[in-house]
């Protein structure tokens, strides 16, 4: 239940979602007897819009998601296992395309793991992530993933798959059930920079042992004018867009009790 609140509630509350339903239903008033209200409503979204796409609005708030965890130099002692979330993966492309591993501007999550595998190869690779979709009917990604790290190089004998998660309070709990981590382990999680706090506050709460956060593909540059005018104002849009989420998904996970603070720290 939670999952598919969670769904139809961002479907409507992402920023852009929203500015556009507001801009829909200000050019309506316009036809009716509420003509000002829409006429605001209109210039109202169309210049929020335009502000975050060509201003650093969105990299401001991006930032202090992507930058709560440092990544770690070589740890010592080895961790005992890698884990990877799912979500680096185009899994409606790869239903028409069966052939191919599509993968998404989350592929570092997918493509830093033969580095951390040759340099810890003791440690188990544990890959939680299953069928992402609502309503469409797809492979778990974690299938796809270990297709993925076998032609890697990575040993079919080193990896563990979940492949039923839904959440990120899924991936915590359901792999802690196949694990059954033991209290003075350690454990390499790797996520994208921007949804660390919300993994590591969800396997924290799930009870997991000696957590070490390890954030890939960072999205948020240099947050300066001269910055967001070298980019396209679409990217923008897709930051402040991710933020959104996952600032409604830290203060969701806190009140549920699925996280261990509202914002977790190292």
Do not use: C
């Not at 929203?18 to 169309?46: D, E, F, H, P, Y």
């Not at 990604?141 to 998660?165: K, P, T, W």
């Not at 867009?241 to 203060?251: D, I, T």
């Amino acid at each position: 239940m939670f999952f598919v609140l969670s769904k139809v509630f961002f479907a409507i509350a992402r920023p852009v979602h929203l500015l556009s339903l507001l801009l829909v239903i200000g050019l309506g008033l316009q036809w009716t007897s509420k003509r000002r209200t829409g006429i605001l409503l209109v210039n109202l979204s169309a210049i929020t819009l335009i502000f975050i796409a060509f201003s650093p609005l969105a990299l401001w708030i991006e930032q202090p998601l992507e930058m709560r965890f440092p990544r770690p130099g070589q740890l010592d002692p080895a961790p005992d296992g890698i884990i990877i979330l799912g979500g680096a993966t185009e899994e409606e492309m790869e239903v028409r395309r069966p052939d191919m591993i599509a993968l998404n501007d989350a592929a570092e999550r997918l493509t830093e793991i033969p580095r951390l595998a040759s340099l810890y190869p003791n440690a188990r690779i544990i890959y939680t992530g299953g069928p992402g979709f609502l309503v469409f009917d797809v492979l778990p990604e974690a299938q796809n993933a270990r297709r993925l790290f076998i032609q890697m190089g990575i040993s079919a004998d080193r990896i563990v798959l979940e492949d039923q998660s839904k959440t990120t309070w899924e991936n915590a709990t359901l792999t802690k059930a196949i694990i059954n981590p033991q209290p003075n382990s350690r454990w390499l999680l790797v996520t994208s920079a921007y949804h660390m706090a919300r993994s590591v506050g969800a396997f924290r709460a799930a009870g997991w042992p000696g957590i070490i956060a390890f954030p890939t593909d960072y999205r948020a540059p240099d947050p300066s004018f001269e910055t967001v005018w070298r980019r396209p104002g679409i990217d923008n849009l897709a930051i402040i867009e991710v933020a959104a989420k996952e600032y409604f998904g830290l203060l969701g996970y806190w009140l549920s009790g699925r996280s261990s603070a509202l914002f977790p720290a190292p």
